[in-house]
């Protein structure tokens, strides 16, 4: 499977941005899809995720200001970033994975893409 993320770009705290990961495939619809960001010297950390039937789970920073979302006639899933804030800024990454009870486990990453909010 290969993920080609987009949408990221500068914005200022308080802002919005929606990225947009384009999968390959003919069954993205039973895809489990994530994103995660990264930040220099830590650790990729998960964003939000979703399920087939659009079951969505977010990271709790994140909760109530991101939405995870899909397309599945486009092989696209969203990530739409509200009320933006400096600490978000990071390499957000899209990821196809699965979940093992309630523990997801990323496979194909995309590249990423740099989300900078400046305060």
């Known amino acids: 499977v290969q993920l080609q993320a987009s949408g990221g770009g500068l914005v200022q705290a308080g802002g919005s941005l929606r990225l947009s990961c384009v999968a390959s495939g003919s069954t993205f619809r039973s895809y489990e899809m994530a994103w995660y960001r990264q930040t220099p010297g830590k650790q990729r950390e998960l964003v939000a995720t979703i399920r087939e039937g659009d079951v969505t789970d977010y990271a709790g920073d994140v909760k109530g200001r991101f939405t995870i979302s899909r397309d599945n006639a486009k092989n696209t899933v969203y990530l739409q970033m509200s009320s933006l804030k400096p600490e978000d800024t990071a390499v957000y990454y899209c990821?196809?994975?699965?979940?093992?009870?309630?523990?997801?486990?990323?496979?194909?990453w995309g590249q990423g893409t740099q989300v900078t909010v400046s305060s």
């Open positions: 990821n196809k994975g699965f979940y093992r009870g309630v523990y997801y486990y990323p496979r194909n």
